[in-house]
Structures are given as C-alpha cells and as structure tokens.
C-alpha cells in the first residue's frame, strides 16, 4: 500500500495498467482504516492459513474431481441466487446471439414457446479473456434458458464458442455444462459481484476528504464504508491477492493480468467479436433503481431497496434543507468518477439524491452480504474453476471422467478461497448501526429504519419469500 501524502486525504484516480477503462483506484488508504483491516481482516486470513490448511488439504485429497450436475439441477443453480444475475432476457438477446441460437428460437430445434413463455441467456463470453492454456482448459460459453408462464427455467441449449450442444449430444453435452459452471463462477466471483466493490470507492474517497466528519452526510455514509478501501484495495493491489497465481487460495484458471482485464470489464463493459456491443455487459452507470435480476433473489432485493430508501429520503430531505458548498463539491467530485452520480446542480433533488444513496448502500450492505452468504455454500466441485479436459465438439460425444476433470490441489485451492474470502464474515451488522445524527428527527428515523428491518424480515418470512442472507448476517459495508 502506498504512504498517505501528508495534508491529503484518499482521492480517486485513474486505475493503473488501465487509466480511465476500468474502476476508478484509491490507492492511499488511510492508516485508520488500514490499521482496522489489520485487526479484523487481515488477521483472520493468518488464522486460517494456520488452522485450515491442513483439514481443507485433506478434504481434497477425499474429494476429487467434479460431482454429476444433471439438467434440472443445472437450472438451480444458474437460475437463482446470485448466479441469477447473468439471467437476460431475448429484449436484450443481440445479432450474435440470434445467430448462435437461431434454429431453437424459431422451434426448428427443442421445445419452442408456448403461452406465456420466453428465452434468457446467460451469458459467459467474457471466459475469452481468459484462453485454455498448459494448466486448464477454458472457453466463452452462452446458455439458452426457456422460462415458462410459472417462471420456472428450463436448459434448452449451451453455445461453445461457435458449436451449440443440446441433451441429444452426449458427452458433449456434459462437458458443455461443466464449461458454463466454469464461466458462471469465474466471472460471477471477477465480473458481477465486483460491481459491489469498487465503484463506490470513488465516493467513500471524496467523503473522507472533502466532508466534514460532523455533517449530517458523512454521518449517513461513513459507517457503510468501514474497512472498504482497505479490503478493496488488498483484493486489486495487495501483494497477497487472491488474483495471483501461486498462492495456495488462488483458484482461477489464468493469469492475474486476465483476471485483472474481466475485472476491468464490469466498469467498460463487453464487446461481441465483430466489435459490436453486448447488452448483457453494458459500461457501468450508478443505477437509480432496485436492480433487475430475473429471479426471486431479484425480489428479495426489491424489498430490501424499497425500505431503505424510506429511510435514506427522511436523510436526504434534511441535506436538501439545508445547502452547503461542501456537499455542492462534493457531488461534483462525485459525478466526475461516478457516471450516473448526481451533481452539484442535482444534489439538491431530495428523491434523486435519496436514489442514488440508496443504490450504494443496498449494493455494499444487503447485495455484497447477500452474495458472499449464497456463494460461500456454493459446492465447488459443482461450479469448478480450473477444468483438465477436452473442450466439447459435436463430432465427439463420450462421456468425460468427472473424477480427472478437476484435480484435488484444484480443489484445495477453490476450498481454501472459499472459507477465507468467499465465506462471510461480519464484524458489524446493517442492524446495529448508530449513525450518531444530531437532530431528533433523524436520530428517530435511525431507530425507525432498525425496526424496519426486523418487519422486514418477519414479513418475507410469514409470505415465504426466499431470504438469500437472514438479517443478523447482513453486514453494514464492504467487510469481507
């Protein structure tokens, strides 16, 4: 980490190897938060590398390979939870991808669409960055997913670069589904749940330095960026990062100057091979609004939008009484690194500003929780990183060895990553924040938005809606 130039506080720049074509660097973390990391993160990470090592080792040693994943349950796992992300629907589907699939959405080939029916993809062709070498075989991948009038997804068919397979090809087939798990856990764990990282960076930067730790904003703020650049920062920059080949929790198939480009690619966005835009990964803007996910982990993150940003309006109602030059400024920073971020001219617009507020906090609080929740219980001899076999072909249909596809030091590796960064860990919840606000109305508003919560949770419970992460396990900011 680089020394804190005296008299300055952190500051946004241009990300090295990369300048302006992906997420904005903080590389001066201050030494308060830097010495919190110490205590509560990085020590942790020592603990488990004296005390897990040995068990995970063995674990591996008993578990080799990859575990059959059959077509229904290849569905479960891609079709909700955080994997559900990927989910786009045919609105969104581009020339490529009706080319691809062609003969299946016209019901030349498969089960067509009946009423009330439609075609998703997911899509995981950004694994081109990332090409097969001697250590593991890789390749862009794309699935077809028919989701019926009850919402239920069905597996029509898997693209391989430019072979598509279906149920009739065999062992292709199978090799195929293990080629998209590969795709949906790489870029799932470097590409979408990054996207709750590191684009707030800029504004938990510009709010240490430019805001006074005593208004009403920084209050609002401050606790949902604990321990974020820090932890960010050891992720893209430490010399420990889990994107480094070597090391005994570095999982991926690679090098870490292509995880760094997938990484790079949640803020430019992605291109098909002709050069044209793929929808599915467009460049990164703030969204104002609940994030729309195809599944019910979609849904489950709607309610928990909807409450706070009832909480962040009585906030952002009392700044918006109240002008300052500060927070004119800092909008304008903000807006400078953060597309999408309202500025100084628009700050004071109570709902505007309440939105983008609350898009930051659901993503660094219930979204990141949420997914490390789900993904820390993913079986990851389901969803392998690093696969040692063929790449599917039409013209050959064996079945492959599931128990050599994966070897067991993959697993070791992929098992150790897990319980030290995939697997969460709070150490201060969303529930028990005290933002210390000095006025009565908000200091109620806090109190109110702890027994928000608490309803919250006991009504998706009462109308059984899946809960992704329940609310004791839901951090407060980027801890993990």
């Known amino acids: 980490m680089a020394k804190q130039p005296e008299g300055f506080g952190p500051w946004p720049q241009p990300a090295p190897r990369f300048f302006e074509d992906a997420a904005p660097a ?9 010495k919190d990391w110490n205590k509560k993160v990085g020590r ?13 080792w063995l674990w591996s040693r008993r578990n080799p390979g990859v575990v059959p994943v059959d077509d229904a349950r290849f569905c479960e796992i891609l079709c909700d939870g955080i994997f559900s992300k990927f989910l786009t629907p045919q609105s969104l589907f581009d020339p490529p991808d009706d080319a691809l699939f062609g003969d299946y959405l016209d019901g030349t080939k498969g089960p067509g669409l009946g009423d009330g029916a439609g075609w998703f993809k997911s899509d995981f062709t950004p694994m ?19 989701r019926g009038q009850d919402l239920s997804y069905e597996l029509v068919a898997i693209a391989v670069h430019d072979q598509v397979f279906d149920s009739s090809h065999g ?8 080629f998209a798990l590969q795709g949906a856990g790489v870029l799932t764990t470097l590409l979408m749940h990054p996207k709750l990282h590191f684009p707030s960076n800029s504004v938990d930067a510009i709010t240490r330095s430019r805001l006074p730790a ?14 974020a650049l820090a932890v960010n920062y050891a992720v893209l920059y430490g010399s420990q990062t889990v994107l480094k080949p070597g090391r005994l929790y570095s999982p991926y198939p690679g090098t870490q100057k292509e995880h760094d480009e997938i990484v790079a690619t949640l803020w430019r966005g992605f291109k098909h091979p002709d050069g044209t835009p793929n929808r599915a990964f467009p460049p990164y803007t703030l969204q104002l609004d609940p994030p729309v996910i195809h599944s019910p982990y979609g849904d489950f993150l709607g309610h928990y939008h909807r409450t706070l940003l009832g909480f962040t309006r009585k906030v952002t109602e009392e700044i918006a009484a109240t002008p300052s030059d500060a927070v004119s400024h800092w909008a304008d920073y903000c807006a400078r690194w953060l597309p999408g971020f309202p500025d100084g001219s628009q700050v004071y617009d109570a709902e505007l500003l309440a939105r983008a507020l609350t898009s930051i906090l659901l993503d660094v609080a219930v979204s990141h929780s949420a997914d490390h929740f789900i993904y820390g219980n993913v079986n990851e001899r389901e969803v392998p990183f690093r696969l040692h076999t063929e790449l599917p072909s039409l013209d050959r249909q064996d079945e492959p060895n599931l128990e050599t596809m994966v070897t067991s030091g993959d697993n070791f590796n992929y098992r150790m990553c897990t319980l030290m960064f995939f697997r969460p860990y709070v150490i201060e919840r969303l529930a028990d924040i005290d ?3 000095d006025t009565p109305q908000l200091r109620d508003a806090n109190a109110g938005l702890r027994t928000d919560l608490i309803a919250l949770q006991s009504m998706l419970d009462s109308q059984r809606v899946p809960i992704y992460v329940p609310l004791d396990g839901i951090a407060s900011s980027v801890q993990f």
């Not at 903080?26 to 830097?34: A, G, M």
């Not at 081109?128 to 028919?146: E, H, I, M, Y």
């Not at 062992?171 to 293990?178: M, V």
């Open 214 to 227: 005593s208004s009403t904003l920084s209050k609002f703020l401050r606790p949902h960026f604990r321990l």
């Open 171 to 178: 062992g292709a087939w199978t090799r195929a589904k293990y």
């Open 435 to 437: 933002y210390g606000f």
């Open 26 to 34: 903080v590389l001066h973390v201050p030494d308060d938060v830097q």
């Open 44 to 56: 942790r990470y020592i603990k488990q590398i004296l005390f897990k090592t040995i068990p995970t």
């Open 128 to 146: 081109r960055l990332v090409p097969s070498d001697s250590d593991s075989a890789t390749a862009p991948s794309v699935v077809l997913f028919k």
